[in-house]
């Protein structure tokens, strides 16, 4: 790969990693203003309020909208056409360490045991990145969350026993947002999965997590599933910010996978009112479509 | 009409203020948080150019950048889960004299009994707020601690009207957070 070329490639990705820190993609926007017309209660309002401000702030300042811009991952989707592939790695670790330094975004990443800060974000198998494959694919999707602390405190997952259906499934969820959800800067997103391990649940539930609030599993009866515990939360009045306040979630997403017959694993990931997450196609030119913050940077 | 506290922090200026108030601070504030707390409990170190006595702490690790004349300021800096640093708070409100602590979310049992033994309170600034709360920054003062990282390390700034903070303990060991709690989990039996 031509070294021009190569720094496009770092700079598409830094700048998609930096936006992501600054700005709300556009679904968790447009719920968050949903919510604060929805609130009844005065005090909670204002809370809201508070938020919106500060998402007016950073976009006019191009600041981290919240100073925890978390411990960066990746998730990419590589089209098997996808002319540059083995860079992929490299590229995905100098944008995260030039974006850290150049946004700047806060450098959060400590080495695993000896808790020293790197001071890049950068490190032993940091940041985080997954791959998938996409066979005939030439284009390069990379979605990306920013793994805050507060949000990611609340994620569990564990192997029910089947007997214990649908509604221990229910239980779990909202035993897990009662104890922590109110310090996790609610309104939350929250992902769930549904599988045969605690690891394969654990994974499903960061899946649901990527997908924008608002849209359903495509297996009816999870995206039912969805409906309720979303309501079943919201119930519980939790937000804004644990002071109490008409509803709980920003939005319930769950993915699924068939399963052993003896467990029914479940998973828990939450994202705060400020999740941030991007998602973006580079093309096999290097062009690029930001698919998350379409309306977002109109601003 | 805003109440507004200002430091050093009198009991006077606080021992009247119930949970659910809101009150803004106006000057000097220190960011502290686990390894601050280690350091000031367990290690009996203070930092030389911030008196806790009387003053406030923020729950909070920054963004700190530097400007064109390679002038420090503070970017973005939202509350930190408070909860974390409950294990050393009450010996920390004992060590120091301090009067105000901020930051995310509520405490628990130890701190609600410090706070009304030593006369002290805990707020609530609203969690990812970073960015209004940085415009707040009048002036980045200093840093110290500055080995145990950005986040870590010990920020002190001159800030006005530094809020919106929502009082979650008060002087009399009333907890905001722990009342909520309660309804929260009236509710979720209802749920079942």
Redesign the interface.
């Known amino acids: 790969m031509e070294e021009a070329l190569r720094q496009q490639f770092v700079k598409t990705v830094q700048d998609f990693t930096a936006m992501t820190g600054i700005y709300l993609p556009d679904d968790v926007e447009a719920r968050l203003r949903e919510m604060h017309q929805q609130e009844k209660i005065e005090n909670a309002k204002t809370m809201y309020e508070c938020m919106l401000t500060d998402l007016s702030l950073a976009k006019e300042l191009h600041r981290p909208l919240c100073q925890d811009t978390g411990v960066i991952q990746y998730f990419v989707e590589v089209g098997t056409e996808f002319p540059y592939q083995a860079e992929i790695p490299e590229v995905l670790v100098e944008a995260c360490r030039a974006a850290t330094l150049q946004t700047p975004l806060r450098p959060n990443v400590v080495e695993p045991l000896a808790e020293h800060n790197t001071g890049d974000n950068t490190g032993y198998g940091a940041p985080y990145i997954e791959y998938e494959l996409v066979p005939g694919s030439s284009d390069l999707r990379l979605r990306m969350y920013m793994a805050g602390g507060g949000c990611s405190l609340p994620g569990r997952s564990k192997v029910l026993m089947p007997l214990e259906g649908v509604e221990g499934i229910k239980k779990f969820v909202y035993q897990t947002i009662l104890d922590w959800g109110a310090n996790a800067c609610p309104p939350l997103c929250v992902g769930i999965g549904l599988g045969t391990c605690a690891a394969t649940s654990a994974m499903l539930s960061k899946k649901a997590l990527l997908r924008p609030i608002g849209t359903h599993s495509t297996y009816p009866a999870v995206a039912k599933l969805e409906d309720e515990i979303r309501d079943g939360l919201n119930s519980l009045g939790i937000a804004p910010l644990g002071f109490g306040g008409s509803q709980t979630v920003l939005g319930v997403n769950i993915e699924a996978a068939a399963h052993h017959p003896a467990t029914l694993g479940v998973g828990i990931s939450t994202g705060c009112w400020a999740t941030r997450r991007g998602d973006m196609i580079i093309h096999k030119d290097l062009s690029s479509e930001i698919l998350s913050h379409r309306k977002s940077l109109e601003v | 009409m805003k109440k507004i506290l200002t430091t050093p922090i009198s009991y006077d200026q606080i021992k009247d203020l119930r949970i659910?108030d809101t009150v803004y601070l106006t000057g000097m504030l220190a960011t502290c948080r686990d390894s601050g707390h280690r350091r000031v409990v367990k290690e009996k170190i203070l930092p030389e150019n911030f008196e806790f006595k009387d003053g406030a702490i923020f729950h909070?690790?920054?963004?700190v950048?530097k400007d064109e004349n390679g002038k420090q300021y503070m970017?973005?800096?939202?509350p930190?889960?408070s909860?974390r640093m409950e294990s050393a708070e009450a010996d920390f409100i004992e060590q120091t004299g301090l009067r105000l602590i901020i930051g995310?979310?509520?405490m628990l049992e130890k701190t609600t009994e410090a706070c009304k033994k030593f006369g002290a309170i805990h707020c609530?600034f609203?969690?990812?707020?970073?960015?209004?709360a940085?415009?707040e920054v009048e002036e980045l003062v200093g840093v110290e601690w500055m080995d145990l990282?950005?986040?870590?390390a010990l920020w002190i700034m001159k800030v006005k009207e530094f809020g919106?903070l929502?009082v979650s303990i008060d002087t009399q060991g009333n907890n905001?957070?722990d009342n909520?709690?309660k309804?929260?989990?009236e509710?979720?039996e209802k749920?079942?």
């Open positions: 659910g909070a690790g920054p963004i950048g970017v973005s800096v939202g930190t889960t909860r995310k979310g509520g609530a609203p969690g990812g707020c970073a960015v209004v940085a415009q990282g950005m986040p870590e919106p929502i905001l957070f909520n709690k309804i929260f989990q509710r979720f749920l079942l």
